[in-house]
């Protein structure tokens, strides 16, 4: 049975920092691609990090790119998204997913306001 648990949101100030985490079960986490998205209320789901199966290899859009970070530890099956110098538009709720699956999690909300 699939399970994939986001943590780490809350609310936060313009300019500041969080670290998501995204644990994940019943899958052999090592083979997969790992992703990052988001979405706000009103808007569609926005892909905003991927990391390859070994995490060598990262993508970002370019909304993102320069502030957050993406990265894995896969002795721990977890996936992680430290995220810096945040925006209002980058409230939403996050989301943790592996390439090529369907199983979601419950998702983090992160909320930047002052």
């Known amino acids: 049975q699939v399970q994939i648990v986001e943590s780490g949101g809350g609310l936060v100030q313009p300019g500041g920092s969080l670290r998501l985490s995204c644990a994940v079960s019943?899958?052999?986490?090592?083979?997969?691609?790992m992703r990052w998205y988001r979405q706000a209320p009103g808007k569609e789901r926005e892909l905003v990090a991927s990391?390859?199966?070994?995490?060598?290899?990262?993508y970002y859009p370019d909304s993102v790119a320069d502030r957050f970070t993406i990265s894995r530890d896969n002795a721990q099956n977890t996936v992680y998204l430290q995220m810096n110098s945040l925006k209002p538009e980058d409230t939403a709720m996050y989301y943790c997913s592996a390439f090529g699956k369907e199983d979601w999690g419950q998702g983090t909300q992160v909320t930047v306001s002052s």
């Open positions: 019943g899958f052999t986490f090592s083979n997969y691609a």
């Open positions: 990391i390859d199966k070994p995490g060598v290899y990262t």
